[in-house]
């Protein structure tokens, strides 16, 4: 039933989107801060320690409620229950008004409240950024946030479903970015500093669960944009990727839409207390930009057109993926 909990979550979520400091948001970052504290003792051992209470914990918790429901109350409930774990995971409201609000700046030919709106949004100084540098910015950061909260997580979920692991992966795949980032935002704080070991720990885990999806994305990306040129965009850019996951999601948008990304317009961090998970850092592309048209505004839309397209697509494989569940 994933096509079921997911079109319900993302229906939800469109009408009554998560509100910044809501209590669901605020429990998760109380455990992960209670994880730190006990089991953060500087040694990498420790660190896998920590990364495994503050993300298998709450993962094992989704999973577990989840089996119980389906056990003893039966599947409806244990849908409701998915539909309730992707709505606080899944979802555009969480980051979207960031982008329609730097939009329509640019469109009132406001840069400059545009750069204001994007240096609240990442946390950067952007008052000398050109008005084709404040596209690119927000081209950039909107892939890689539909990523991190749309098909990433649909990744995740869709494949653990099918193994009736409910909306674990969801969650997995969630609270492994954010510790990412928290930790880095927590190391450079004087009253909770964040052991290196924890940080290394925690880059290294994010990395091998974000492989699968980013490439997923990538994919997808080139199959309902123009394959050919997205395709050849990825090729291009993983011999020198060093693994960055990011970096073959900007070089298969690139390529998709003919946009020029990349570059060291990359390199700025999301907000570290934020109340959703969103990527911590861009990648650099390598200090080099992708071929094709340097962004402008009427590209804006062609990536909302892209990343819907992309979702109908998803929909449509788990509406595939449920019936023939169900038919066998």
């Not at 969480?94 to 640019?106: G, K, N």
């Not at 048209?293 to 992309?310: D, F, K, N, S, Y």
Request: glycine content about 8%; proline content about 5%.
């Amino acid at each position: 039933m994933s096509f079921i909990a997911v079109l319900f979550a993302l229906l939800l979520e469109q009408a009554r989107p998560l509100g910044r400091g809501n209590p669901v948001h605020a429990s998760l970052r109380a455990w992960v801060r209670w994880s730190t504290r006990n089991f953060d003792a500087g040694k990498p051992f420790h660190g896998w320690l920590a990364w495994g209470f503050a993300v298998g914990g709450p993962s094992l918790a989704a999973l577990a409620i989840y089996w119980l429901l389906d056990a003893f109350l039966g599947w409806p409930v244990a849908v409701l229950w998915s539909v309730a774990v992707l709505y606080v995971t899944l979802g555009f409201r969480q980051f979207s008004f960031h982008f329609t609000q730097i939009r329509d700046a640019l469109a009132d030919g406001d840069e400059d409240h545009a750069r204001e709106l994007l240096a609240d949004w990442q946390q950067i100084d952007a008052s000398e950024l050109p008005r084709s540098e404040i596209v690119r910015h927000v081209i950039e950061y909107s892939v890689l946030a539909a990523h991190r909260h749309v098909f990433g997580v649909l990744a995740w979920f869709a494949v653990l479903a099918v193994f009736g692991f409910g909306p674990a992966g969801a969650v997995l795949y969630r609270l492994s970015e954010f510790v990412v980032r928290y930790w880095q935002h927590k190391s450079k704080t004087q009253h909770q500093p964040v052991s290196e070991a924890l940080q290394q720990t925690a880059a290294e885990a994010w990395a091998v669960i974000d492989w699968v999806p980013a490439r997923i994305t990538a994919i997808s990306f080139a199959v309902v944009g123009s394959f050919e040129e997205a395709i050849d965009g990825w090729r291009n850019y993983e011999p020198k990727s060093d693994g960055d996951n990011d970096g073959i999601i900007l070089a298969a948008t690139s390529g998709a839409v003919n946009i020029r990304l990349g570059d060291a317009a990359s390199m700025a961090a999301y907000p570290a207390d934020g109340p959703s998970v969103i990527p911590p850092v861009l990648g650099e592309m390598s200090g080099e930009s992708t071929p094709g048209q340097m962004p402008e505004l009427a590209h804006l839309a062609v990536i909302v057109g892209l990343v819907w397209r992309t979702v109908v697509m998803w929909m449509v494989l788990l509406a595939l993926l449920t019936l023939a569940r169900l038919l066998g």
